[in-house]
Nanobody
Framework: VQLQAFGGGLVQAGDSLRLSCVAS????????MGWFRQAPGKEREFVTAIDWTGGITYYADSVKARFTIFRGNAKNTVYLQMNSLKPEDTAVYSC????????????????WGQGTLVTVSS
């Protein structure tokens, strides 16, 4: 299983950005997906997760109403739409996949992709 995240970059506060995570080597629709982030000097934290069909989603309180996770199973891709970005959203964002779960804890995910850096300037 390979996961590759795209779409990071440098934006200003209030801007929007969409991240993509493409999966290969799997039947994508069989996997729950999650996004996590790690800010400089901090531990990695949960951002959002989505179930196999896209019908159930979870969000961290810090991103609720600003971020949206959705998936395109035909394209083997999970997306993270980030609106109203804040400087505190600056982090490396990583996607993760698991055959059985789509929770809020890192240890619920078996596969991880490399991260993509999002920098939000004030």
């Amino acid at each position: 299983v390979q996961l590759q995240a795209f779409g990071g970059g440098l934006v200003q506060a209030g801007d929007s950005l969409r991240l993509s995570c493409v999966a290969s080597g799997v039947t994508f629709s069989n996997y729950g997906m999650g996004w996590f982030r790690q800010a400089p000097g901090k531990e990695r934290e949960f951002v959002t997760a989505i179930d196999w069909t896209g019908g159930i989603t979870y969000y961290a309180d810090s991103v609720k109403a600003r971020f949206t996770i959705f998936r395109g199973n035909a394209k083997n891709t999970v997306y993270l739409q980030m609106n109203s970005l804040k400087p505190e959203d600056t982090a490396v964002y990583s996607c993760a996949a698991d055959r059985l779960r789509f929770g809020r804890r890192e240890n619920e995910y078996e596969y991880w992709g490399q991260g993509t850096l999002v920098t939000v300037s004030s």
